[in-house]
């Protein structure tokens, strides 16, 4: 099969027909074989019954049904699991991404070598108040991850190498970060298209302003486990170790020259009257407590069943 086509969608019952069509469209003009799955987030409108007559209509047509709204991570990583093309895209359901640029992100996977393609909405039909905030989680985005090609990292259309969605895991809101995702899995060759950008028809956004800050906590969290994830002593250990020696010559600092002073009949309060002593040990116990928290942190990933986890391409006999 050439194309699997992968669509989460959360009330969305008015886009869905016009969707399939115009894919299906799109699909036959260029010869392709092709899948369509669409991933029902829970919705409490009529969308998984328009899924139901679609698939009835279409052996093309696949349906993953939740009992509950569990996020569009979790929609796209079962629509992962069931995809069998050769080449997965991934669009939203509400008609804003066009399915006519299908072909060309196919092409650019099968002819061009890359793993991955990331849409690019250059000319977006969002109010200032989205289209701010987008730019800026993009730059840093951009900044944490080292994928400096990108411009849209949230862009919902996406082409895929197979093996890349076989080969990461999808969780949380980490949607978001999937080109980040598929580089820490060894997949480099990462580009971007600019894509057509529709202005919504039917419906309203599912998102609000919280999954910027949302967004940002989840790139901290990727980028630590990224670098940190199988080897946790070597930020906390080495972070407790210089807070911990810091603390410890300040109070030696402290406590010679206490000795000086009482050696030479200075007048001196005590230690324990000076505020920097327990500045001193407050960062001497900070310290301890990172130490420890970086080392119970290696017992935890020692005792991980997956630590040896690592993504192999190939292999001879």
Known sequence: MDISVVIPLYNEEESLPELYAWIERVMKQNNFSFEVIFINDGSTDHSWDIIQQLSDQSDTVHGIGFRRNYGKSAALYCGFAKAEGNVVITMDADL?????EIPGLYH????????????????????????????????TARKVSGIHNLHDFNCGLKAYRKNVVK????YGEMHRY?????????????????????????GSSKFGLNRFFNGYLDLITLWFLSNFGKKPMHVFGFIGSIMFFIGFLAVLAIGLDKIYALANNIPQRLITDSPYFYISLTTMLIGTQLFLAGFLGDLISRGNPNRNDYQIEKTIR
């Open 108 to 139: 650019m996977i099968v002819d061009e070598g890359y793993d991955m393609v990331s849409g690019w909405k250059q000319k977006r039909y969002d109010p200032l108040s989205k289209t701010l905030p987008t730019k800026l989680f993009n730059a």
């Open 178 to 202: 999937i080109p980040y995702l598929a580089k820490n899995a060894g997949f480099e060759k990462i580009g971007e298209k600019v894509v057509q950008h529709r202005s919504r028809k039917y």
């Open 96 to 100: 804003q991404d066009s399915p006519d």
């Open 167 to 170: 080969n990461i895991e999808v």
